[in-house]
């Protein structure tokens, strides 16, 4: 784990950022489409899935093009978890991850006999980056009385390290479940969902020291001005932005949440406070409201994750149909690390069934 002190926000970022310099430095975006070249990609997409029978899943914050062909094709646009849900239950031989590589080993690791893909095995995370397994692994050994909890934005060697694996839709209902067993908590790797956790439940953990680039940027002092020109919005907050944004949210929510509020907060203003890929989907669901991205401490010229995660962005139609035409940029988990890394990922998925938790992705 990182020896910065977790109480200065200040210092992780600067640090958490320059781990993932490297990935930032690599991470392209696409090129500007002509509406001939994209519809000639996307027809001929459509045309190589039927006969591959490929089914496309794609995250909330991917390009809308890309979130459109999903579901214009029998595919799936959602959460992380239900991308991985959706998976599991379609008959696709192939299976077409839009979204960041650990949702892609998510999807290989509860469907091993499936083929699947991405459109670039280059776009990562930064909660991934920032816990690589040695000094995960060392955490838990040193830690050995706590129940080790990781989100779902983690590799597959930290997801077989762990007890439980969690989205930030039920991490909730899990750490209250844990807490009323008595467990203490090794929660790992987003510091401000797990304070989050920590402050809603009253659970004892112990956090790792990492953050989503993209949330971090989130300001409340800029959010707090823009509620002065928007008094009657409502806000919606991803609980990977910082608490002092937290604070002020009425709504705090995992994507699927917050596009779920959109639709039933009676404001016809709403701020939010998550990647602004989600937008095409707000807008599909209550198009008679204004959705206002909440303000970043940068602006969006210089700023590479200014409300827009630059990972995401890589998942462009032209590299989705050349991983189609080669089967390329196929997902490969280790067996044996696969099964392990399942235990808790299935761990997750019949709690939530067993507690008929809503984690279903589409809105
Ligand atoms: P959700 O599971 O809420 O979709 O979040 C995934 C993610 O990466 C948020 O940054
Ligand atoms: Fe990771 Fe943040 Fe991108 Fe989500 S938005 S994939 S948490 S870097």
């Not at 006969?51 to 995250?59: C, I």
Request: proline fraction near 5%.
């Amino acid at each position: 784990m990182t020896d910065l002190n977790p109480n200065s926000e200040m210092d992780s970022l600067a640090a958490d950022l320059t781990v993932v310099r490297d990935f930032l430095d690599r991470a392209e975006p696409p090129e500007e489409l002509s509406s001939n070249e994209r519809e000639a990609l996307l027809a001929q997409t459509k045309e190589l899935m039927a006969k591959k029978n490929a089914k496309l899943v794609a995250h909330y914050y991917t390009d809308p093009l890309v979130q459109d062909l999903a579901e214009d094709t029998d595919g799936f646009v959602g959460d992380s978890l239900e991308m991985a849900r959706f998976g599991r239950d379609s008959n696709a031989d192939v299976l077409i991850v839009a979204g960041v590589k650990f949702m892609g080993e998510s999807a290989k690791i509860l469907n091993p006999e499936k083929t699947v893909i991405m459109p670039t095995l280059e776009a990562t995370c930064s909660l991934d980056i920032a816990c690589p397994i040695d000094e995960f692994s060392a955490f838990c050994d040193a830690n050995p009385e706590r129940k080790v909890v990781v989100y779902a934005n983690t590799s597959a060697a930290v997801k077989a390290r762990s007890d439980w694996v969690v989205t930030s839709s039920i991490a909730l209902e899990v750490v209250e479940h844990l807490m009323s067993k008595g467990e203490k908590i090794l929660w790992a790797p987003d510091k401000h969902l797990g304070s989050y956790i920590q402050k809603t439940t009253g659970a004892d953990m112990l956090l790792w020291n990492a953050a989503c680039i993209v949330h971090e940027e989130f300001k409340s002092r800029g959010l707090g001005d823009m509620l002065q020109m928007y008094p009657d919005a409502a806000v919606l907050a991803h609980p990977e932005s910082p608490s002092s944004v937290l604070e002020i949210a009425d709504v705090v929510g995992s994507t699927t949440q917050i596009i779920n509020a959109a639709k039933s907060v009676p404001n016809k203003e709403i701020i939010v406070a998550t990647d602004k890929g989600i937008f095409h989907k707000l807008q599909q669901v209550a198009p008679d409201k204004n959705f206002i991205i909440a303000p970043t401490a940068g602006n969006d010229a210089t700023c590479r994750s200014c409300a827009h995660c630059p990972w995401m962005a890589m998942n462009s139609l032209q590299s989705m149909l050349n991983s189609l035409v080669n089967t390329s940029n196929e997902i490969y988990v280790e067996p044996k690390l696969a099964q392990q890394a399942m235990v808790p990922l299935q761990r997750m998925l019949d709690f939530a069934s067993k507690n008929r938790l809503q984690v279903k992705g589409k809105a």
